[in-house]
């Protein structure tokens, strides 16, 4: 089981913006701003979107946004695309080269 | 440019052993940890461990200390990811996953390997 809580699933109209969220605890999202974010496609390997909370990777959208509070990070993404169909996962640092990622949540288009 | 290719695809008997590979390139192998995650079919992502591979410094979730060892060859640039004795619930893709290193930031993983998937089946 994962010690980061995500929504199962989150879906939204093309244009629309949607948030995912990525709860932890003190030990982890709230006591680190390491949290990085990252999308995976069918079929595909994991792609890195955010890190440190809210920096966007190289070549990365800037309709690609993170935040934190607490315990609680975010992703939003904003003018929703198709290609933004996908799984999305967040993961942060526990400490001494330690990580843990979130259960992932899947993107639909309505 | 910065590659990680992963050895093929494993079918494996239950109890049989098991070393998966993932090849670096194109940065110095030795500055940065290289990690494994694995994702079971239609489930998430699990961080398995890491390796430093100036010095094989290790460290593992819990989940998996014991079940699985992680190490790292730095005169081929390879790392790896081996089991003494595979199991059907190990069937899974294995990523690995390079920890980035500079600019003042490395928690996150920049880039990830093709995956290798093991079925383990009697």
């Known amino acids: 089981q994962s010690a980061l809580t995500q929504p199962a699933s989150v879906s939204g109209s093309p244009g629309q913006s949607i948030t995912i969220s990525c709860t932890g605890t003190s030990n982890d999202v709230g006591g680190y701003h390491y949290v990085s974010w990252y999308q995976q496609h069918p079929g595909k390997a994991p792609k890195l979107l955010i890190f440190d909370v809210l920096n966007r990777a190289a070549g990365i959208s800037n309709r690609f946004s993170g935040s934190k509070s607490g315990n609680t990070a975010s992703l939003t993404i904003s003018g929703l695309q198709a290609e933004d169909e996908a799984d999305y996962y967040c993961?942060?640092?526990?400490?001494?080269?330690?990580?843990?990622f979130g259960p992932g949540t899947t993107v639909t288009l309505l | 440019e910065v590659q990680l290719v992963q050895s093929g695809a494993e079918v494996k008997k239950p109890g049989e052993s098991l070393k998966i590979s993932c090849k670096a390139s194109g940065y110095i192998f030795t500055d940065n940890w290289i990690a494994w995650v694995r994702q079971m079919p239609g489930i998430g992502l699990e961080w398995m461990g890491i390796v430093y591979p100036g010095d094989s410094e290790t460290k593992y979730s819990p989940s998996f200390q014991g079940q699985v060892s992680i190490s790292a060859d730095k005169s081929i640039n390879t790392a790896y990811l081996q089991w003494a004795s595979v199991k059907a619930s190990d069937s899974a893709i294995y990523y690995c996953a390079r920890r980035n290193y500079g600019s003042g930031s490395w928690n996150f993983f920049d880039y990830w390997g093709q995956g290798t998937l093991l079925t383990v089946s009697s």
């Open positions: 993961s942060s640092f526990t400490g001494s080269s330690t990580f843990v």
